[in-house]
T-cell receptor, first 114, second 115 residues
C-alpha cells in the first residue's frame, strides 16, 4: 500500500487560497487519491477523490500530475471554519472482501487565522 | 439520514473493567468499519464487516478486543479487560458498498479513557 507524505501543519488567513501537497511515490496503477477532513471531536469526512488530472467539487479542487506521484488539494478562499486536519490517502482496492482500505497518515493541521 | 450513530460519546472506566462501544451504521450500508485514533498511532483500522460478517480483523490489537455485528443496524466493539493503553477515540464508519470510490462515512466517535 502506498505511503503518503504531507506537511505536518500549515497556516493561512481568511480569504486566501490554500494548497496542500501530498507525495505518494509508490502509487499503483489502480489506486485512487482521496482526501478527508477532520474537525476536532468529529470523525473524518470525505472531501474529494481523483485518479488523474483535475477534479473539482463544491468544496475543493484536486490536482494530480501525469505521473501521479503527488497531488495537491486546493481550498479556495478559506474561512475560519476550514481549520481542521486534512488527510491525504491513497485508496487501494483490497481484493479480499472487495473493500477500499483507507490508510490514514498523520495529516496536515491547517490553521486559518482572522 | 442521521448518519452513523455511536454511543456512548464519552466513557471513563477503570483498568480491568469491560467496555462496550456501540455503533449504528447508515441504513442500507453493507460495510461497517471500526477505527481507533490516538496521538501516537493516528487513525488505524481495527476490523471491518461486510453484510454483518467480519472479513478482516487483522487490525485488532489483541484478544482483549472483540467485535460483533448481530444485524445490519448494530455493531459492538468490546474490550475486556480494559487497560490504560486502550485510551483513544474509537470511530465507527460505514459505506454503501466496498471498492474504490465508495465513500466511508464516519460517526462522531467514542472517547474512551481507561484509568
Amino acid at each position: 500500500l502506498a505511503k503518503t507524505t504531507q506537511p505536518i501543519s500549515m497556516d493561512s488567513y481568511e480569504g486566501q487560497e490554500v494548497n496542500i501537497t501530498c507525495s505518494h511515490n509508490n502509487i499503483a496503477t489502480n489506486d485512487y487519491i482521496t482526501w478527508y477532513q477532520q474537525f476536532p471531536s468529529q470523525g473524518p469526512r470525505f472531501i474529494i477523490q481523483g485518479y488523474k488530472t483535475k477534479v473539482t467539487n463544491e468544496v475543493a479542487s484536486l490536482f494530480i500530475p501525469a505521473d501521479r506521484k503527488s497531488s495537491t488539494l486546493s481550498l479556495p478562499r478559506v474561512s475560519l471554519s476550514d481549520t481542521a486536519v486534512y488527510y491525504c490517502l491513497v485508496e487501494a482496492l483490497m481484493f479480499s472482501g472487495g473493500y477500499n482500505k483507507l490508510i490514514f497518515g498523520a495529516g496536515t493541521r491547517l490553521a486559518v487565522h482572522p | 439520514d442521521a448518519g452513523v450513530i455511536q454511543s456512548p460519546r464519552h466513557e471513563v472506566t477503570e483498568m480491568g473493567q469491560e467496555v462496550t462501544l456501540r455503533c449504528k451504521p447508515i441504513s442500507g450500508h453493507d460495510y461497517l468499519f471500526w477505527y481507533r485514533q490516538t496521538m501516537m498511532r493516528g487513525l488505524e483500522l481495527l476490523i471491518y464487516f461486510n453484510n454483518n460478517v467480519p472479513i478482516d480483523d487483522s487490525g485488532m490489537p489483541e484478544d482483549r478486543f472483540s467485535a460483533k455485528m448481530p444485524n445490519a443496524s448494530f455493531s459492538t466493539l468490546k474490550i475486556q479487560p480494559s487497560e490504560p493503553r486502550d485510551s483513544a477515540v474509537y470511530f465507527c464508519a460505514s459505506s454503501l458498498l466496498g471498492g474504490i470510490q465508495e465513500t466511508q462515512y464516519f460517526g462522531p466517535g467514542t472517547r474512551l479513557l481507561v484509568l
